[in-house]
């Protein structure tokens, strides 16, 4: 048997020195690529369109030394293989140095049921792979009857995260007392956080803060920081 899409290899011989071949082909309703010739192998390129395997039948006859011999079949199975519909990656930008990227395979036809592989790795069954990090990533979709139809490329775009562009500080006016302020100015950001990444606020202006040191981070709508 042979997938959609792939070659026929018979090759063809007789005990009779000298012996050529001539052959006929059938085939399914939806199986092209075959066709009659002649020559000492079959090598054709299969196409099965249905949703079930289908056959081409080849009879072949050799000739020695004007004689004809008797007719022989060989019948070749032609299964479909699986297509690749679409291939969705959620999110689209995922931080840089943080795998968590989700890629899903949306395929269908060939032989029920159909597992999965990226980058090389063993299939599964889930068409859903989590925990993908930034770059190009290649799928393969097999088939029960080991028919593959494959996927190459697919990016995962990263980013770098939200940009701190500038910290606008206000001294305290005399001392102990609690009029300082802290304007935190970035691109990208969601969230900042004056106390190294311990809480979270979504105004960018903290004041009535006392005297001392202060490590901002920002955050975006990715949890990627900065």
Do not use: K
């Amino acid at each position: 048997s042979v997938c959609s899409g792939s070659s026929t290899s018979i090759n063809l011989n007789s005990n009779v020195t000298g012996a050529s071949f001539t052959w006929t082909a059938t085939g399914g309703p939806n199986i092209t690529g075959y066709s009659a010739g002649s020559g000492n192998g079959i090598a054709q390129t299969l196409y099965n369109s249905a949703g079930t395997a289908q056959n081409v039948i080849y009879t072949i006859t050799a000739n020695a030394n004007g004689c004809t011999g008797n007719p022989a079949t060989v019948t070749v199975t032609v299964n479909p293989s699986p297509s690749i519909n679409n291939v969705v990656v959620t999110p689209v930008t995922v931080c840089v140095g943080q795998p968590d990227g989700t890629i899903t395979v949306n395929a269908s036809g060939g032989t029920a049921p159909l597992s999965y592989s990226l980058n090389g790795g063993q299939f599964q069954s889930s068409n859903v792979f989590t925990n993908i990090a930034v770059g190009n990533h290649n799928i393969v979709v097999q088939d029960a009857a080991g028919c593959q139809v494959s996927l190459s490329n697919i990016s995962v775009t990263g980013t770098s995260g939200p940009s701190l562009d500038q910290v606008i500080t206000t001294n305290i006016n005399c001392f102990g007392e609690s009029t300082g302020s802290i304007t935190i100015v970035a691109t990208g950001a969601t969230e900042y956080s004056i106390d190294n990444g311990q809480t979270w606020h979504l105004t960018n202006v903290f004041n009535n803060l006392p005297a001392g040191t202060y490590p901002i981070l920002i955050r975006d709508a990715g949890n990627c920081t900065a």
